[in-house]
């Protein structure tokens, strides 16, 4: 099943001057693409994100996992874990 990219994550992406696809990479969500050029692939496929939890769960639960998102990746510097934050948090 292919990752339905939420307006979230679209607005997040132009934001930092990048555009996004649902991946090719098996087991990712979205592709991040600067200038045409593949920059990482983001997002585990089966894990929830932000724009998920605020469609299905609610502001409320979606705040709470995103606070905890950003506590247990705080330490991820990697341009992948960066975008990951930035567009799906």
């Known amino acids: ?3 339905e990219i939420q ?3 679209f607005k997040k992406a132009k934001d930092l001057g990048v ?3 649902p991946s090719t990479k098996k087991g990712k969500k979205i592709d991040v693409f600067k200038n045409n050029q593949l920059l990482t692939s983001i997002g585990a496929s089966g894990m929830n994100d ?3 939890y605020l469609k299905n769960e609610g502001k409320k639960i979606a705040e709470e996992r995103k606070r905890l998102y950003k506590i247990r990746h705080s330490k991820n510097t990697g341009i992948a874990g960066k975008y990951a934050s930035e567009i799906l948090w």
Do not use: F, G, Q
């Open 1 to 3: 099943m292919v990752y």
């Open 7 to 9: 307006p979230y994550s």
């Open 19 to 21: 555009t996004i696809k």
């Open 50 to 52: 932000y724009p998920t």
